[in-house]
């Protein structure tokens, strides 16, 4: 039929421009992916701190049905593997759900986010999909494979999605996946994105064993992770490190219990002595950094050693001149803030202040029972 040529030519055409105008809009997307200034959408900042979130006319945030389209357009885009760019920015923008998208989507989401993490694809792609999973992590610690009619998806496409997480910061556990061209920075960002999405979902009594399965735990505990992690000069790291040895059983993990508790509490400690514990600049950073330190607060409370031990005494004294530096660094941060009230900075500071003065009232106790002199003494 003649006319069937040009029809079909109309259609190539118009698939070409819906094309190209996902693609522009993907861009654009990125290039305000910071609240303070514009940046390239390659940007390296962008992969782990852009901040993509936005709302509809009303005001409200989109439902995951709205970004069913683009999970669409991602999956298409991992079948063809001929387009690692929008696919980087497909699953950034993505990482605006927060979740794995809706119920109808998400078994295609998984398998795509799995095939994203892969050893032969690009860094930048494997990089933001780990994001995005990171960013789901309290959906998917919420789900039981028990709970089907809410979880929507296969526990073979979990195991697939717990093996393939690994592969991404772990580059010995496929032999395919040396990504040189990772730089110190994204590596550590990778560290901080990966521990904290693991801290949350060993809640979850499943993801506990498929996480043992796929060698998650074997790699918390590894001497590499936690030299990588102490060199750090993030806290964020070391918080989600030290969480998650505390709950690993080491009798069944390889690690004896006077190393695991050695590798936590200085872990702790660490993080306490990290300079600046709170970034006022860019809102993803801050809520990272909130949710952190509400974490070290209750970890740190929860596993103080006995104050009547002589050793443990002068390690809670070196401890609460850590927690005494980092609060008065956030006491400054909160001044500087105070034209624009921040509730969750103001709690953090109230939350840090009455740990440091437990410490202190341990040491003052500590002090009176076994008089020495002013070393022992805590300025409050």
């Known amino acids: 039929d003649a006319r069937a040529e040009p029809d079909a030519r109309v259609e190539q055409d118009a698939r070409a ?12 997307i990125l290039v305000h992916g910071r609240s303070n200034r514009l940046l390239p959408p390659d940007n390296e900042l962008l992969i782990w701190n852009g901040d993509f979130r936005w709302r509809d006319n009303d005001g409200n945030t989109p439902s995951s049905e709205e970004f069913d389209w683009l999970i669409d357009y991602l999956v298409e885009k991992v079948d063809e593997e001929t387009d690692a760019e929008t696919e980087g920015d497909a699953l950034l923008a993505l990482s605006a759900m927060y979740g794995l998208g809706s119920s109808a989507k998400r078994p ?15 860094p930048r792609v494997r990089y933001a999909a780990l994001r995005v999973v990171s960013e789901a992590r309290e959906e998917l610690a919420s789900k039981t494979n028990s709970d089907s009619a809410s979880l929507d998806v296969d526990e073979t496409l979990l195991d697939g999605l717990s093996h393939a997480l690994l592969t991404v910061v772990c580059p010995n556990h496929d032999q395919t996946t040396q990504d040189s061209t990772s730089d110190a920075y994204s590596a550590g960002m990778a560290n901080c994105h990966y521990l904290r999405l693991i801290f949350t979902l060993q809640k ?4 506990c064993e498929r996480l043992a399965r796929s060698g998650h735990l074997r790699w ?14 993030k806290f964020v790291d ?4 030290a969480g998650i040895l505390l709950r690993i059983d080491p009798s069944s993990n390889d690690i004896s219990p006077d190393s695991a508790q050695e590798k936590w509490w200085t872990l702790l400690q660490r ?3 990290t300079p600046y514990l709170y970034s006022p600049k860019f809102r993803v950073e801050q809520e990272q950094s909130i949710e952190a330190l509400r974490a070290l607060v209750t970890m740190t409370r929860q596993n103080l050693p006995d104050p009547n031990n002589t050793v443990a005494s002068a390690q809670l004294a070196k401890l609460a001149t850590y927690v005494h530096s980092a609060l008065q660094n956030l006491k400054e941060e909160q001044t500087f803030l105070r034209p ?6 103001d709690d953090a500071v109230l939350a840090v202040q009455g740990l440091y003065d437990d410490l202190s009232s341990y040491a003052a106790s500590e002090h009176r029972q076994t008089p020495q002199g002013d ?3 805590l300025e409050s």
């Open 17 to 28: 421009k819906n094309e190209a105008d996902a693609r522009s809009a993907l861009r654009t």
């Open 108 to 122: 295609s989401y998984v398998m795509a986010l799995t095939r994203c993490m892969a050893p032969t694809r690009f």
């Open 204 to 207: 979850n009594d499943e993801w």
């Open 220 to 233: 918390c505990i590894s001497s590499s992770l936690y030299d990588n992690v102490l060199a750090s000069p």
């Open 238 to 241: 070391k918080t989600y490190l």
């Open 271 to 273: 993080a306490w002595g």
């Open 340 to 345: 624009q009230a921040d509730a969750r900075l």
């Open 375 to 377: 070393d022992g003494h």
